[in-house]
């Protein structure tokens, strides 16, 4: 069965990863945000991207949830040594994905071609997919003036107030090639348990992408990153909040009511299903939070079940 995969980076990763065991991974195409991408040391980083590709190619750090597997930070040490920045920890591993797909824009690829050279290079027969190849920055507003997501997420490490989020030059981007046919032609598009407001809704803001969310007539379906009035990790609720998003599995339904089929829900957050339900969506109860393997397969199964 065909795929069309909206994902961020951490999270969403979890239900990639038990996707891509559960279903064949050539008939999964994954589109993924790319509004946290940063350049650094003069190399174009794609952190969302990055973390489904190493996640698919089962190199990724699993303790951390994204980088590679055993790697080492001694280039990012010496670099400090010479003064540049080094809060974004990239790995000596890491850094050669960022040096070849660099060199791969500098001569003119698109960030699509690039991604999908370098899966090639790792052996991944899913769709990897940026949702765009123009750029489309997400920006954070802070008492102290626009952060960058990263700076926001790595550098401040969300210990700042947060008053909106703009995604910059949405208005001027086009889907990356593949992203509307995929859209339109898979069997089900499935929005994973990502961040709505700096994953999921940077992936909507590229013009035409939640047009086509709306107009195809097969199953949308969302995993809730939301569990009991909390997400698992990360500053999800803040965020909701700081967009005027109630911070609840509610708040996930009513973002993309207007053309979500289906949400999953964690059996903790079932006495919302009937509010949810009077906003045009249905609701499912599984258990969805995925600690190892088996629960992200589990899960995997039961949407494939449901679809
Ligand atoms: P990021 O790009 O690294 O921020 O990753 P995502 O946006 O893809 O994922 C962040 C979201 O994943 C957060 O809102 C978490 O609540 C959610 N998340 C993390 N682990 C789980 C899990 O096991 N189950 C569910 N349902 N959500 C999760
Ligand atoms: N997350 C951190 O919390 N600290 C880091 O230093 C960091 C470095 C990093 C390097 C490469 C990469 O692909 C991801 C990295 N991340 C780091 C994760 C990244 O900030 C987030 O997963 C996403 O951007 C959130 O969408």
Redesign the pocket.
Known sequence: MTLAIL?????????VEGLSHEAAPEELAIIC?TG?DVVLHGLHIS??LD?IAYTLAGIVDKEK??GVAGDTFSALELLGKYGEENWFKLGDRDLARHIARTRMLREGATLAEATARLSAALGISSQLLPMSNDRVETRVKTPEGEISFQEY?VKRRWAVDVSGVVYKDAEKSRPAPGVMDWIHGAAAVIV?????V???GPILSVPGIRKALKGTRKPVIA?????AG?????P??KLMAAVGVEPSVFGVAKNYADFLDILVL?PEDRNWRTRIEAVGVQTVEQP????DLE??RR?ARELLALL
């Open positions: 994902t961020g980076g951490t999270g969403g990763a979890k239900l945000n946290d952190p969302d973390t949830g994204w997420f994973c348990p990502s961040n709505p700096t994953s999921i995993v809730s990153p939301i569990i909390a997400p698992v990790a990360g999800t609720d964690a969805i939070r995925m600690n629960d992200k899960l």
